[in-house]
């Protein structure tokens, strides 16, 4: 499964390098298009409560950086071969 996240920044808050660096602490990656972030579980076997206790810590990581965010966590596509 992955988690998808979005982050909209104020002005009066955190830096943008400064999200970036906290949430590449957590496991998450930069990624283009729909979203700004990234988070690969690497298994499918994701329960509702895992997503529940990662938002949470994604909530803590974000504390303070006066950021608003959305966390959307999807099965992984299978990527076919070329």
């Known amino acids: 499964m992955k988690t998808y996240l979005?982050?909209?920044?104020?002005?009066g808050g955190g830096r943008p390098s400064e999200v970036v660096s906290r949430?590449?602490?957590?496991?998450?990656?930069?990624t283009y298009g729909n979203y700004d972030f990234i988070y690969d579980w690497?298994?499918?076997?994701?329960?509702?409560?895992d997503a529940i206790e990662f938002a949470?810590?994604?909530?803590?990581?974000?504390?303070?950086?006066?950021?608003?965010?959305?966390?959307?966590?999807?099965?992984?596509?299978?990527e076919e071969d070329e």
């Open 6 to 11: 979005t982050v909209m920044f104020n002005s």
């Open 23 to 30: 949430l590449h602490m957590i496991g998450f990656k930069v």
């Open 42 to 49: 690497g298994r499918e076997d994701v329960s509702m409560e």
């Open 56 to 78: 949470d810590r994604v909530h803590e990581v974000l504390k303070g950086l006066n950021v608003t965010f959305k966390l959307e966590t999807q099965i992984a596509e299978v």
